[in-house]
């Protein structure tokens, strides 16, 4: 059974970082991809970035494009996400979402295993 546990989110001042890690566990072969995605109170869960697991493959969207860095540790099994120059409008609880395939996918219904989420606020 594939397991997906997030950390790292917290309250953050605008213009600051944070690093979001995502550890997998009963994960069964290498073509494992990984997507953060994010939801604010009222809108609809959107993609942030992704990621194969060899990393050969990586997605940060629009909104987050040059503010974004996705990456994994195969040897821990976790993958992070780093965003940079925090805005208010980042504020959302963030997830990651994991799928046995050799791309990246944005959209949500494409990823079977979910973490609870960790949720990250960024104040003005």
């Known amino acids: 059974q594939v397991r997906l546990v997030e950390s790292g989110g917290g309250l953050v001042q605008a213009g600051g970082s944070l690093r979001l890690s995502c550890v997998a566990s009963?994960?069964?072969?290498?073509?494992?991809?990984v997507g953060w995605f994010r939801q604010a109170p009222g809108q609809e869960r959107e993609s942030v970035a992704a990621?194969?697991?060899?990393?050969?493959?990586?997605y940060c969207a629009d909104s987050v494009k040059g503010r974004c860095t996705i990456s994994r540790d195969i040897a821990r099994k976790t993958t992070y996400l780093q965003l940079n120059s925090l805005k208010p409008d980042d504020t959302a609880a963030y997830y990651c979402?994991?799928?046995?395939?050799?791309?990246?996918?944005?959209?949500?219904?494409?990823?079977?295993?979910w973490g609870q989420g960790t949720q990250v606020t960024v104040s003005s």
């Open positions: 979402a994991g799928r046995y395939a050799w791309t990246v996918a944005t959209d949500a219904r494409e990823y079977p295993y």
């Open positions: 009963g994960v069964t072969a290498s073509n494992f991809a």
């Open positions: 990621i194969t697991w060899s990393g050969g493959r990586i």
